[in-house]
């Protein structure tokens, strides 16, 4: 057996134990501290949205992909005439297409420059730069419905762990949980600077799915130690929740990392290899997510919905019987440790007795002239005589119901002739 599975077993027996719920405090404090880095970079950055939601420009060509291909078209762009193309999007599709994304442009005086300027650069006619202009009432759409499949997301959570659990504090748990995971992911990107493309949304909602998995695992396991637990004075509803995180610990670290390498390795590719495109988009929102969400499933919601069941009069009535329990149990053990240093002393044995100085009186002492004790063994004489004979009265006669006497049992020898 491997160190880390001997490692899970004690976990799962209480052997060794991490107290994740009564340093709940903490926690909080951790997150906390990340939530409002994350609000803050939101609301001094800024999101970085794409084309698809505030609108602009769409231009495609076909060109040779090389090292220089992306800083190429991003001076050609720039030196074309028009204004603020600075912050252009260049990416490539493939290894023979060039895709350009701007700001919303004047399709008169402002889209055949830039055309021109991409079909100098990739060595093509202009007709052949295909072009679109995206409004940013698309991009709303796409904002609108977006917000609406999270509410009706969050609607369906809610209903379903109070379906399964018959507990709406689970619910709440839940919930919080998600909405931790949801801001930090956004306020990642925003720290980061990555843009926002609808590949991000369908990444934050897949990250949701997973966060909310995790948390249902717990929660179960929870429901499972807690099940009798109002029956036995042998442990609080706190404890029997922290024995929960710790038996499925080491599941959700294993269970984290086979799901998060396949998306670094995304991300590395998306964001260092290929340089731009939707990839490293999807990517950072499942790396991300995909984080939080384990780190929220045990440090956040278990001990949040330990604190909100220990503020039940029937949890607080079984937390002081598992105290008076205790005291109880400690009282017994002190006063039977007091007892054990108490007992006397064990005297010498026979042995060590003999080896001890003997004390000789005086010649001249008032006791010279007392007859000492006989130390002489007493003798036994044995007779060899036999034992006198001991005289039996004679055996009364019985009659019979008839009263005549009833024959004697006789030697041969003695009987009448």
Do not use: C
């Not at 090389?66 to 078209?73: K, L, N």
């Not at 991300?288 to 929220?296: C, D, K, L, N």
């Amino acid at each position: 057996m491997s160190k880390l599975s001997q490692f899970g077993h004690k976990l799962y027996t209480g052997e060794v134990s991490y107290n994740f719920v009564a340093k709940r405090r903490r926690w909080y404090v951790i997150s906390a501290i990340l939530m409002i880095v994350s609000i803050a970079s939101i609301g001094v950055r800024g999101m970085q949205w794409g084309i698809e939601f505030e609108g602009g420009a769409d231009f495609q060509a076909q060109a040779t992909v090389t090292d220089q291909t992306v800083s190429q078209f991003t001076d050609a762009v720039t030196n074309s005439g028009v204004p603020d193309l600075t912050e252009a999007s260049v990416t490539t599709i493939g290894s023979n297409q060039v895709r350009i994304q701007t700001r919303t442009l004047d399709p008169v005086a402002e889209v055949p420059k830039v055309r021109a300027a991409i079909a100098e650069e990739a060595g093509v006619s202009t007709d052949e730069v295909a072009y679109s202009l995206i409004g940013a009432s698309w991009g709303g759409q796409i904002t609108d419905r977006a917000l609406i499949a999270l509410g009706v997301f969050l609607l369906l959570v809610t209903l379903v762990i109070w379906a399964y659990f018959r507990n709406w504090k689970m619910s709440i748990a839940a919930l919080v949980a998600l909405l931790h995971d949801l801001v930090l992911t956004i306020g990642i990107y925003a720290l980061v600077g990555f843009t926002v493309t609808p590949a991000t949304v369908i990444g934050v909602l897949t990250i949701l799915g997973y966060s909310l998995y995790d948390t249902v695992v717990v929660f179960d396991k929870v429901r499972e130690n807690v099940r009798d637990l109002t029956s036995s004075a042998r442990q609080t509803y706190s404890e029997a929740a922290n024995l929960a995180v710790n038996q499925v610990l080491v599941r959700s670290i294993n269970t984290t990392i086979i799901g998060v390498l396949p998306v670094a390795a995304l991300l590395f590719a998306g964001a260092f290899i290929l340089g731009e495109g939707p990839l490293k988009d999807l990517a950072l929102a499942l790396f991300v997510g995909m984080i939080s969400g384990a780190y929220s499933s045990i440090f956040i919601a278990t001990p949040l919905l330990a604190q909100f069941k220990e503020r039940e009069p029937e949890m607080q009535k079984l937390t002081k019987r598992v105290l008076a329990r205790r005291a109880k149990t400690e009282a017994k053990a002190g006063a039977g440790a007091r007892a054990n240093s108490a007992a006397p002393v064990a005297v010498a044995d026979a042995e060590d007795a003999e080896d001890l100085p003997s004390y000789d009186p005086p010649a001249d002492s008032a006791e010279e002239d007392v007859a000492e004790p006989s130390l002489e063994k007493p003798r036994i004489t044995i007779s060899t005589s036999p034992p006198p004979a001991v005289s039996r009265p004679p055996r009364p006669t019985s009659e019979g119901a008839s009263g005549r006497p009833q024959p004697q049992h006789k030697p041969r020898s003695q009987r009448k002739k």
